[in-house]
Structures are given as C-alpha cells and as structure tokens.
C-alpha cells in the first residue's frame, strides 16, 4: 500500500530549524569565518575584506614577544596544577560520601557540598579577596593573632596559581563528585558481598571492587581533562586579577581579553585566539582519540 | 546484618571528615553572615571569627538596600533570565526536535553543523564574535544579551539524545493519525520530556544568572548592568582597590560590612532555592553521559 501522507513532514521540521539555522550562521559561523582578521591588518573603518593582508606577521609577533613564554606557562601551569590538585578531590569526596550509611547525613553533606557549585564566581571571587585582605580579611587575622605578619596575597605573583586552584577546587568539587557518585551506585552490590564472604575488609574492598568498578569514569573525567588543559576559563581568571600579579596570573585567554577588547588590538588578539583554538583542538582530537580506543578496549564499561 | 567487630573506628573518622568537609565549605558563608551583622568596628580589629559580634548592626543592609544599582542589577538579572532562559529553551527544543526525527533527511546535516560548533575555543571567538556583534549594532542592548547566547551546541545535543529515546513509533503512528509535526512536538514530545526540559531549563538559567563576562563586555550602560557585572564592581573591583593602599583608614570599615551584606543580598535567593532543584542537576549529569 503507497501512503500519501509522509511519516515525516520535510517541510515543517525544516521552517522549525530556520530560526536555529540563522542562529548558529549569525553568531557562530560568521565569527568563525572572521578569525581571518588573524591575517590582515584589520582596521574597524575598512572593514575586513578592505583591510591588507599581513600572513603571519602578528603570530610572528606574539612568538617573539615576552608575552608568549608568559602566558603559555602561566596556562599550562594553571592546568597542570589543577588536573594534579584538584582532579582528585570530587573522586575523594565521592568515595567518602559512598562510604556513609546513614541516608539523612549523606544527603545533607551532599547538599552541603553542592552550595558553591550554585553561587557565582563573582561572588567566589569578591569573598576571596576579601578573606585575604592583609587589612580586614579573616586569614591574615589569624597570622597576625598568631604573631605573624600579614600577608598580602593578592599583590605577591607565587599565590596565584594556588589562589585559582583553591576556588576551583572549593567551587567545583561537590558537583563534579555526582559523576563519580553516579558511577559508584552503578557498581553491582553482590561483589560486595561476596568480597566480604571472603573475608575481604574495608580497605580490601576498596582496592579491589570500588576502585575498578569507577576507573573507567575517571580515565574518562581525566581524559576531558586534558582535552581542556589550554583553556583556562577567562570569566573565573579575570576576576582575580590585578595588574600588580599579571606575572602568573595572565593566561591565554585573558591576554586575548586585554589586547583585544581593551586594547582594540583586534587583529593580534585574534591571532593569539586561533592559536590557542588551534591548539585546544589538537588537545580535544588527542584526548578523543585516546577515550575512543580507551572505551572500545574495555569492553566490560 | 551483623557488623563486623572493629569497623567503627574507621566509621567515625569517615564521619569525622565528611563533617569537617562540610564545615570548610560553608564556614566562608557563615562568616560572611557574621560579618555583615557585626560591629563594623569588630570586623576591622579582625575579632569576626565565626559569630556575629556585638553590637549587631544591620546599618550595612539599610545602606545596601538603599542603593539603587543592587535593585537595578536585580531587576535586569530578573528579565534576562527570564526571557533569555525562555529564548535558550525554544531554539534548543526547535533544533532538537527535527533532528531526533529518524527519516528526516536534514537530520545528519544538522548534527553536524550544530556539533562542529563546540569545536572552536571561546578564546578564539571572543574577538570575531565581539566584532560581528558590534557591527550588527547590538552593543549596548539588551538585545544582545538575550540572542547572543540563544543556544548552547551542548544542551542541544543532550536535548536531541533525550528526544532520540521516545519511540519513533509514537511519531509515526501520530502522523498516520492526521497529526501535524508541530502537534507531535507540543502534544507528545514535550509533555514526555518534562525532567530533561527542566534539567538543561536549569543549567541555561544558571549560566544567565552567573554570567558576567559578556554582559560587562557589550553593555556600558550601568542601567543595563545585570547583577553579577553590579557584584564585581561593588565587591570585587572595589576590593581590589583597596588592598593597593597597603593600610586603609577606619572610614572604610563601614565598607567593608557593606561588601558582605551585599554578597549576602546576592546570594540569599539561591542559597535558599538551590537545595530544592539540585536533583535536576544531580539528573543532568547522567543526562549528559548519554550523549554520545
């Protein structure tokens, strides 16, 4: 039997993605395209087909800058550190959290744990500061009640890196310890107890059926990880900065910030850009491919 | 179940440090409650430690309340969040939807031109998107906040795999029965994804309500100011300030509680709304791990 009504109405779907279509051409694939600016002397009177062609000559700028080997250890630096420090932490929560029995104490430090994911990192950042202060903030109140002299965190470039970590760290660990909580409850409960038939303790049990049984999780979580190690986010950066600090605390991203939308340096901001996207994306197809063979290998997952 | 003999120990420390762990993460809360109440004076001779210390003084709210950025901001995050989370949530419904359709022949296309997208750093777009935002004439407008970020390639994605798992049966069947496809989507599909629509609804809607990047970048007109872009001028960029001058005067100690009232306006809202919609987001994680 031929149908004359068609199981899918062409016309239709395609008048709902019109929207979505002038959408993503607009505001995602026209910028694309003006990375070009990347290579031209881009002046906003001229426009970008008008303005000359320059080839590499601002890459060539930011690789022979002093800024070049500064921002790019500082981001590296900021990513190694945090994959180091702080990529255990939602797993160590998550394992504690597991361990509790008691359902309404579990629920309540989940929920606890959970507040800073839901606050913004401009308030993160202003109770930062301001807990730091070498005036008024509470830290340097014990160090001086210890005896100590104050401290002035934010103006010394060494704390940097540990000042970003720290508010990563307390931001984002109780969330991400969901992933981790999710895969844990994933684990079959007769492994335990046929372990604990065997005499297996805690400890044991830990070793030998929690740890495996979220392992592919973590290769994963860590794998993604690496895939963003280059872009260090500029909102959460930006607003710890100083220009006293700029020494360790500007990255790649907030260096294109500053050049660009501050300094109306567009064309060499966006060369930086296209070298990091460049770079990221390197990163991405690296870490996806090592996840596509990870997860084909271990069949079990 | 009988417990084993000498597993209690190791129970209390467990509990031990989960409570620790918790007391860590919301001592800076407390401790900024504590210091917008307490004598001004207290705050600056460092005696705030974790209560509030006598007198209390609620002086820094009556200031903080009376200033008219705070209720701006607050007025301007309400109509962004509003509108823009309703913007987010049409367009990723009205791209999800023909893509999750199995026969619809543009659905391969659209998978790729949306997910090719998430593949360009926001470092790398900053400067171009900036440039075409300004040459459409939409820098300081509220316009370009709503439609600049109409849609996440992600969340569509997450939205499309939700749609992916309703039978495709149900449509075919609908479209025997005379439906049209804006019927299959208003009256099947929606009403079966209430908890993704309101999981990737939340996740839009906190970005809208923590963003301050973009707002500070396109908008100059403090009228227009959302509230996180007011918080970073009146807790952030202020504070920063002040530590440049190594000592400052007592004057500022009044300022100093004023900066904590104001983060405690700023966040009361959510810190009271968030322990009854967290299972959206605890949801939107397994949600997320099935794309792919």
């Not at chain 1, 909580?181 to 400890?203: Q, S, V």
Request: proline share 4%.
């Amino acid at each position: 039997m031929k149908k004359k009504f068609k199981l899918v109405d062409e016309k239709a779907l395609w008048l709902m993605l019109v929207p979505v279509i002038a959408y993503f051409i607009i505001f995602k694939y026209i910028p694309v395209s003006g990375i070009i600016i990347a290579f031209k002397r881009y002046s906003p009177f001229k426009g970008i087909a008008a303005s000359p062609w320059v080839g590499f000559l601002y890459f060539k700028q930011f690789f022979h800058s002093v800024y070049f080997g500064r921002v790019l250890r500082n981001t590296l630096m900021i990513g190694l550190l945090s994959i180091v420090i702080a990529f255990p932490m939602p797993i160590i929560l998550a394992l504690l959290l597991n361990g509790i029995k008691n359902r309404i104490f579990k629920k309540t430090a989940q929920t606890i744990t959970l507040l800073p994911y839901f606050v913004s990192f401009v308030v993160i950042a202003g109770i930062a500061i301001n807990f730091l202060s070498p005036s008024t903030g509470v830290i340097n109140g014990i160090i001086k009640r210890l005896g100590g002299e104050p401290i002035y965190f934010m103006q010394q470039p060494q704390y940097f890196w540990f000042i970003y970590i720290a508010l990563r760290i307390f931001k984002t660990t109780g969330y991400t310890a969901i992933i981790y909580l999710a895969a844990l409850t994933a684990i079959d409960p007769n492994l335990y107890e046929a372990a604990e038939c065997d005499g297996a303790g805690r400890f044991h049990k830990l070793i030998y059926i929690t740890l495996p049984g979220i392992l592919p999780t973590i290769i994963i979580m860590f794998l993604v990880r690496i895939g963003s190690l280059i872009s260090v986010s500029f909102e959460e950066v930006l607003l710890l900065q100083n220009d006293v600090i700029l020494s360790t605390a500007e990255v790649i991203s907030t260096f294109v910030y500053r050049r660009g939308l501050i300094g109306a340096d567009y064309s060499y901001a966006t060369a930086v850009g296209l070298f990091e996207t460049v770079v990221a994306l390197f990163l991405v197809i690296f870490s996806n491919r090592l996840a596509r063979r990870f997860k084909s290998e271990a069949t079990l997952w | 179940m009988k417990r084993r003999s000498g597993s209690i120990i190791p129970d209390v420390i467990l509990y031990l440090i989960v409570t620790l762990i918790c007391i860590v993460t919301v001592y800076p809360f407390i401790y900024v409650l504590s210091a917008s109440l307490s004598d001004p004076q207290a705050l600056y001779e460092n005696r705030v430690v974790f209560l509030p210390v006598a007198p209390f003084s609620v002086e820094s709210y009556r200031l903080i309340l009376r200033d008219s950025r705070i209720w701006t901001g607050y007025a301007n995050t309400l109509f962004y969040v509003t509108f823009g989370t309703a913007i987010n949530l049409i367009m990723s419904i009205l791209a999800a939807y023909p893509m999750s359709r199995k026969r619809f022949s543009g659905r391969k296309f659209m998978n790729i031109f949306v997910s090719v997208t998430m593949f360009i750093s926001a470092t790398g777009m900053m400067i171009p998107l900036y440039l075409v935002v300004k040459s459409l004439h939409l820098l300081n407008t509220r316009l370009s906040i709503l439609i600049v970020f109409a849609a996440f390639p992600f969340y569509v994605i997450i939205l499309r795999s939700f749609f992916e798992t309703i039978p495709e049966e149900l449509f075919e069947a609908a479209r025997i029965d005379g439906a049209s496809e804006l019927t299959i989507l208003t009256r099947i599909v929606l009403p079966l994804s209430g908890a993704a629509l309101a999981t990737i609804g939340l996740y839009y809607l906190t970005n809208r309500w923590n963003g301050y990047f973009w707002a500070m970048v396109f908008l100059n007109d403090e009228k227009k100011f959302p509230l996180q872009v007011v918080l970073r001028q009146l807790i952030v960029l202020a504070s920063m300030g002040e530590e440049m001058d190594a000592n400052i005067g007592k004057a500022a100690t009044n300022a100093e509680a004023v900066k904590y009232a104001t983060i405690v306006v700023a966040t009361l809202p959510i810190a009271v709304i968030y322990p009854f919609i967290q299972k959206y987001f605890v949801k939107g994680v397994t949600l997320g791990s099935v794309k792919g």
